[in-house]
């Protein structure tokens, strides 16, 4: 499937005519042999492939489909089709597996047939977005420098500050990018510019930072563009795709606490005119488990996807919006554990409370609220969330007796 | 992304337009569209979409923009 797709972009580029075969230079940049090379008439003035870059202890990544030799050495070809591994890993990374530790070697990579006139893209070293980009390249020849950002996306890690000015100096100078390009330019991705200084990269490694768009599939249009980016590529999007895809993670992050306040609530539910009753704990402890849970999906899933169709732009008073009436269906389904009014009321308060919590959480995933909102946010729901969360497990063990 | 709006009146944001030299690289960095280049010089027209992402503030040539935010 991969090798079919590699070979359909092959004859579909026009530096690789088949009668060219691999082995045209392009102003001093040679490319050199990919891998087993199939039916192109092979030449014998260059006989590298992809063995002569295997070395004792590494292993060549399943997206390098050869390398190109350089001034500067010699530099992997990534491909632009994405493999059934690279899309099992990123279905695993969305919903929270080893999301942290999702890396690419930063340094400098190719893609298509790159010439000294070529753009150098400069990217994270997140697996997700390194994979985002070329994904979008198919057909471009270009550069890719990929800064050392531990593994965090460009915008998170511009406003960590591991997306720098330092950085992307270093990586410039590390990569010998002088001797790759002729022009002395870099398209840094815009939401980059949190964390580098367009001036002093240019003061410190003589490299002018271009703007580029936000996101990488306006990348071909931009560049065939004249590097210029509309108003609508300069603009973040938060689509109802783009939030529900969030919340898996948004989810998994909840599910550490939500254990511990399993545990707590099947104490809690004991509780009642026998001191401690197991059974009351069961059968209590689940509907009030129950209860979190309809707060959880209410807060993590159902606020985000729906974010623009909810009422109030403060996140907290959304969840309470969506807790509210998501919560009364399911606790009708638990009705007959719920010892009775108060106890219901207790449970729908609990649920709302905890919807109000987990959709506050999500403003630290949007690219549209502002640290002093939703620290103004904070400030106000934390202390009414947790007098609610008081009140409901006083009227829950009330409700026992 | 209009019907996507935080709270208002809570951003730090602050643009000193007299120190401004048109340069327009804040509208070119800012991705929720809050400067406009008016008379060649910066000029905020939507404050309230402003997110403190600092974009802004980190390449302005000459320190005319700044943002405060707290921890969050």
Same mark, same amino acid.
């Given at each position: 499937m991969e090798k079919q797709e590699s070979a359909f972009l092959k004859t579909d =580029? @026009?530096?690789? *005519?088949s009668k060219e075969g691999y082995n045209i230079s392009t102003s001093g940049v040679k490319i050199m042999a990919s891998? !087993?090379?199939?039916d192109q008439g092979c030449s014998s003035e260059s006989r590298d492939s992809? =063995?002569?870059h295997e070395r004792p202890g590494y292993r060549i990544c399943s997206y390098v489909e050869r390398f190109i030799d350089t001034d500067a050495g010699p530099i992997p070809v990534v491909t632009t089709a994405l493999g059934r591994r690279d899309l099992l890993s990123t279905f695993a990374v969305r919903c929270g597996v080893n999301r942290h530790n999702y890396t690419v070697t930063p340094g400098l990579y190719a893609v $298509?047939? !790159? *010439? %000294?006139t070529s753009e150098v893209l400069v990217t994270s070293n997140f697996k997700l977005t390194f994979d985002h980009l070329r994904k979008e390249l198919a057909g471009v020849s270009a550069w890719i420098l990929v800064l050392d950002? @531990? $593994?965090?996306n460009v915008w998170c890690a511009a406003s960590k500050g591991t997306f720098s000015t330092a950085e992307l100096v270093k990586r410039i100078q590390a990569s010998s990018l002088e001797k790759i390009v002729d022009h002395k330019r870099v398209v840094v991705p815009q939401l980059g510019a949190t964390g580098v200084a367009a001036r002093e990269v240019k003061n410190r490694s003589g490299f002018r930072v271009v703007y580029g768009p936000? @996101?990488?599939? *306006?990348i071909r249009s931009f560049l065939r563009n004249d590097k210029k980016a509309d108003k609508e590529m300069r603009q973040v999007s938060f689509t109802m795709y783009e939030r529900f895809i969030l919340t898996p993670v948004e989810i998994q992050m909840m599910l550490k606490p939500a254990l511990v306040t399993v545990l707590l609530l099947f104490v809690i539910s004991g509780f009642g005119p026998g001191i401690f009753s197991v059974a009351g704990s069961w059968q209590r402890g689940m509907a009030s488990v129950i209860a979190l849970a309809a707060g959880i999906v209410s807060g993590a899933f159902v606020t985000p996807v729906l974010l623009p169709f909810i !009422? =109030? %732009?403060i996140f907290a008073l959304k969840g309470i919006i969506t807790g509210a009436i998501l919560s009364v269906p399911v606790l009708a389904l638990v009705q007959s554990s719920a010892s009775g009014a108060a106890g219901l009321a207790a449970l729908w308060l609990f649920s709302v409370t905890v919807s109000s919590y987990t959709a506050m959480n999500f403003t630290g995933a949007? !690219?549209?609220?502002s640290p002093s909102g939703v620290e103004k946010e904070m400030k106000r729901f934390i202390p009414v969330q947790s007098v609610c969360i008081l009140i409901s497990l006083g009227v829950w063990i009330y409700s026992a007796f | 992304m209009d019907n996507l709006r935080y709270l &208002?009146? +809570?951003?730090t944001l602050v643009l000193d337009r007299e120190s401004?030299?048109?340069?327009s690289l804040c509208t070119e960095v800012c991705p929720r569209g809050v400067f406009q280049m008016k008379d060649g010089r910066a000029s905020v +027209? &939507?404050?309230?979409?402003?997110?403190?992402?600092?974009a802004c503030v980190n390449n302005c040539p000459v320190n005319a923009v700044s943002v405060t935010p707290g921890v969050g």
């Open positions: =580029s @026009r530096a690789r *005519d891998m !087993p090379v199939e992809e =063995s002569d $298509g047939e !790159p *010439d %000294k950002t @531990r $593994g965090i936000i @996101r990488a599939r *306006d !009422p =109030s %732009k949007t !690219p549209f609220t | &208002d009146d +809570v951003t401004c030299i048109g340069c +027209v &939507d404050a309230d979409a402003c997110m403190e992402c600092g």
